[in-house]
């Protein structure tokens, strides 16, 4: 069965100090792997998706990145954080074609503080 | 472009009633709907989809969501709420480049 891992389920940041946000998939091969941010337990926002190793696309201009070093591990990084950074981010995968649905990780939340 | 729209932000019911949550979309060419459910602090867990055929979806816990073309709407339903069915729904629309687009969330109490 696949499983998704997200770490680390909490951080609390100091502004202006860097962040890796970390998420892998297990038991499937080439998924479609994304990033969200959940602001105060409401909608999402898509960050960042990859259709493959080293292709992401960015939804929102921002002071975060992403990149997929291999095929199932899905990185979010920012080099200094703002305030406005502060949220709860979700990794989630899906097959490759438009009818699959979305599997989550349980979430990260950050606090910059 | 693609949107989905949760009209309300919390419904309340009680226990032993149908519930429905409200959900409507808007997107260019054939629509992949889906719901979700999340719990306080935790991931969303999928619960329905619906892709093409019946009308009527059915899915996990009891849910079930019905596809109207017409109205654009794909509004989730449960014919006997549970106090454990509270939680936050979202509803999503997939039409292209496999990106999904989520409703703002309704909140789902049920009231023993």
């Known amino acids: 069965s696949q499983t998704i891992h997200q770490w680390p389920a909490t951080l609390v940041q100091p502004v202006g100090s860097p962040l890796s946000l970390e998420c892998t998939v297990e038991?499937?091969?080439?998924?479609?792997l994304y990033w969200y941010r959940q602001a105060a337990g409401r909608g999402l926002q898509l960050l960042f998706y990859s259709v493959g190793i080293g292709q992401i696309s960015s939804e929102v201009p921002q002071n975060l990145s992403a990149s997929r070093p291999q095929d199932r591990q899905f990185i979010l990084s920012s080099k200094k954080l703002l305030l406005s950074d502060s949220g709860f981010y979700l990794c989630?995968?899906?097959?490759?074609?438009?009818?699959?649905?979305?599997?989550f990780g349980e979430g990260s939340r950050l606090t910059v503080l | 472009a693609q949107s989905v729209a949760q009209p309300e932000d919390q419904v309340n019911v009680a226990e032993g009633n149908p519930l429905t949550v409200k959900c409507t979309y808007s997107?260019?060419?054939?629509?992949?709907l889906f719901w979700y459910v999340q719990y306080p602090n935790r991931g969303l867990q999928f619960l329905l989809k619906y892709i093409t055929g019946d009308n009527l979806v059915k899915g996990s816990y009891g849910f079930e969501a019905e596809f109207n073309k017409s109205q654009t709407s794909f509004h989730l339903k449960k014919p006997s709420a549970l106090v454990s069915d509270s939680a936050l729904y979202f509803c999503a629309v997939r039409a292209w480049a496999g990106k999904s687009t989520f409703g703002d969330g309704t909140t789902l109490t049920v009231k023993p």
């Open positions: 997107v260019s060419g054939n629509p992949y």
């Open positions: 038991g499937t091969s080439n998924p479609n």
């Open positions: 989630a995968w899906s097959v490759q074609q438009n009818t699959g649905e979305l599997f």
